[in-house]
């Protein structure tokens, strides 16, 4: 069984995290696991005219607290959306700054099959940055062409009830589909009936280290 003590979860774009394993996160931190959460874009350009540019930043925080992250272990860099690529390099520093600085003994990240360009570089850069770090690849069906689930994380309900409230928080998103309560919680259903529980999140294990 997999018992990290101190968990990075690597978001693209604030909301990823939540979306992916937001009641993996509120599991780890009711445990009492020191959990972290590094958002790369604010998305601020892809925001309706009306809204503030930190609406993101703010919804994130939120968000991140209901999950139960401290304030001090949330980290929002200010990359733009679908800018990562031509970052690459310089978001590699970023990566192997807070593998220094943190440590972490499981990191979760978007899926290898995403097909999003920011996701593709958040997962490559940080296969490389955490190398001899357990990987876990988060789950972002409109985003995953293939998916491995070959390793589950099941779920109580108040995780998944936390999970909900956290992507309500995500008011400026609330118009996705994949935003949707009874969507989020038909994939946990899902996901639990596969391993044979009630609800659960599925994850790409790319590396174990016990």
Known sequence: ?????????????TDDGELGCGGTISRFCTEGREVWYAAFCLCSASLPGHLPADTLAMECKKATAILGIPPDRLILFNYEV??????????LEELLQLNKTIHPDMVLLPAASDVHQDHQVIHQEGLRAFKNTTFAGYELPWNNYSFRTNFFMQLSPADLDRKVSSLKAYQSQSHRNYMQEDFTRSLAKVRGVQCNAQFAEAFEIYKLIS
């Open 1 to 13: 069984m997999i018992q990290p003590s101190r968990i990075l979860v690597l978001a693209p774009h």
């Open 82 to 91: 679908r800018q990562l690529p031509q970052y690459r390099q310089q978001v």
